[in-house]
């Protein structure tokens, strides 16, 4: 045990920068949370400021340092969890960005992504990365900014620039400009980091025009990344976890053995399933990516990329303006025994695993005189539940087709969608298999607690998070398997139709 046993969790999201101060026995201290603005400036097009992350992520510490009234040193460890694939790239010299950071919704690198395929490039990329060739990663977003950036190629050429994901600028900033790394997790959404031989992969780096004197050192999930600036808190502390935040989620939701499984509920809805430390690739375009890496020893997960989940509960407050408030949706839901037929298939951005479909865009389906605005509250909460199966069944498939055990494992869910009841029980239903919530929903942070804590003694082993883990409640399956097919076969003829690619084949 350490002398402190307070671990100060960054969780910089999509959407919004928190801290949370975490004790060693997982309880939360103190937290501060901050929205960050989005800049949208083309179409499918999303950006970040990094300078807002920074000045963001240094306010939300400090807010949360000072409403636990603590001073730096009472902090043993921060852990960084973040938004993952998101590119910054800056000048190693002055700190400064060089361009805004590109997000990972962002959709303004598929050309590029379509000459990768056309340039036979997928197999390479699926062998050496886990990964489909897809704008959500870093990878083409750093091209796109060495291609459209003045004098950005020649300075990168020179050794000028760098290149991280949010996780390594923010570290290159906490540690005033002297580490510039990320942790294996991270580097696994680049489409740039070979996950298997552990090492930035030359072939990528060439095909996509990237000098490797830009990326950062890859490290550990949980190891010595450095410390802070001593002006920024007051005094130094030990930066000691980082990971993509899905992955943190797998560690704050204790899935260490292999089978276990986690799906997170946020704005989009990412499921990670630990398959142990063999790297397997999908045969159903799941993604494979490294979960931690702990002491050396890689343990990799296939991961289910939905981009929308709780975005489509946004949507129904405010675009269709049917519910004030999201945890509205549930009453509204429990009003109406179904949808009545009316699937909502939320492909606003397109449709991520397993479908990978840029193009489709999102419909309501099987409208009658009969369908009211309940009826299409309670679509917009089956559909995560819906793509969750698709994802799961994809996941069973790849588990048989690789000898692992294939006995389904109940599914551990996080992000603030869960705490919708009604969402938990039909996701129950829809799997048939038990969905457990646990007591803490803020699973994010509490991972990169976690890894932080493993680095300075706060946990001996990852045994003791699993001690840790505490379930809240547990949503047993409870639907006829008829009616579990019908709804089943009503989603897949929804998702049919709004596919890019359908309209040929019908
Ligand atoms: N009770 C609820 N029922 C349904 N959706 C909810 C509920 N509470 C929050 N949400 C949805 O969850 C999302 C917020 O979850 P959060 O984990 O904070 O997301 P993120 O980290 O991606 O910003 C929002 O999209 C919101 O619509
Ligand atoms: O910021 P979130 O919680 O929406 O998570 C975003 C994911 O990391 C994208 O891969």
């Known amino acids: 045990m350490a002398a402190q046993g307070l671990v100060l969790a960054i969780d910089q999201g999509t959407t919004s920068s928190r801290a949370i101060i975490f004790d060693a026995s997982g309880r939360q201290v103190a937290s501060a949370q901050r929205e960050l603005q989005q800049f949208f400036p083309g179409d499918g097009w999303v950006e970040h400021d990094p300078e807002h992350i920074w000045s963001d992520t240094l306010a939300v510490c400090r807010d949360a340092l000072q409403s636990a009234r603590l001073g730096a040193s009472a902090i043993a460890a921060i852990g960084i969890t973040n938004q993952r694939e998101t590119a910054v790239v800056w000048n190693r010299q002055t700190g400064r960005p060089v361009h805004k950071a590109i997000v990972w919704q962002d959709r303004r690198t598929a050309p590029l992504c379509r000459k990768l395929i056309a340039d036979g490039l997928e197999d390479l990329v699926r062998e050496r990365t886990g990964l489909v060739i897809d704008a959500y990663f870093a990878g083409t977003k750093v091209a796109w900014i060495l291609e459209n950036v003045e004098g950005a190629r020649q300075a990168a050429e020179r050794g000028e620039l ?27 959404r680049t489409m740039l980091y070979d996950i298997a031989r552990g090492r930035w992969d030359e072939d990528l780096l060439k095909a996509l025009g990237v000098p490797a004197s830009m990326l950062p050192e890859v490290k550990d999930s949980s190891t010595e990344f ?5 002006s920024l808190f007051g005094a130094a502390i030990p930066i000691t976890g980082m990971a993509g935040d899905q992955q943190a989620a797998v560690v704050g939701q204790a899935c260490f053995t292999p089978g276990m499984l986690k799906s997170t509920y946020g704005t989009g809805c990412f499921a990670l399933l630990n398959i142990g430390e063999r790297f397997v690739t999908s045969r159903n375009r799941l993604l494979t990516t490294i979960a931690y ?9 296939l991961e289910g990329s939905i981009f929308i989940a709780g975005a489509a509960v946004q949507w129904v407050r405010d675009g269709l303006r049917a519910i004030d408030t999201a945890p509205e949706s549930q009453a509204i839901a429990l009003t109406v025994p179904d949808t009545g037929g009316v699937y909502l298939v939320p492909a606003f951005t397109g449709l991520g695993a397993p479908w990978w479909d840029p193009d489709a865009r999102g419909a ?13 509250v309670r679509a917009a909460l089956e559909a995560s539940c819906y793509q ?10 790849d588990l048989a087709a690789a000898g692992l055990d294939a006995a389904p494992q109940p599914l551990r869910v996080d992000g603030g969608m869960v705490a919708n009841d009604f969402v938990c029980q039909y996701l129950a239903d ?14 994010t942070a509490l991972g990169a607690a976690y890894l932080a804590g493993l680095a300075v003694g706060i946990y001996g082993s990852t045994d003791d998070i699993v001690r840790a883990w505490r379930l809240e409640r547990r949503f047993g399956p409870g639907m006829e398997a008829e009616t579990r097919r019908q709804r089943l076969a009503g989603w897949h003829d929804a998702v049919a139709r709004v596919r890019s690619d359908a309209t040929a084949g019908r």
């Open 430 to 443: 829809i799997l048939d298999r038990p969905v457990e919530r646990p007591a803490v929903i803020e699973t």
């Open 162 to 188: 760098a290149f991280g994901t949010v996780d390594s600028f923010l570290l290159w900033r906490l540690t005033g400009g002297k580490v510039h790394a990320t942790d294996a997790t991270n580097a696994s």
């Open 226 to 230: 450095g410390t802070t600036e001593p």
């Open 364 to 376: 309501i389906l099987g409208l009658t005189r009969a369908s009211s605005t309940m009826h299409i």
């Open 388 to 397: 969750t199966h698709d994802l799961m069944a994809a996941m069973q498939d």
């Open 293 to 301: 890496r702990l002491n050396g020893r890689t343990t990799y997960a």
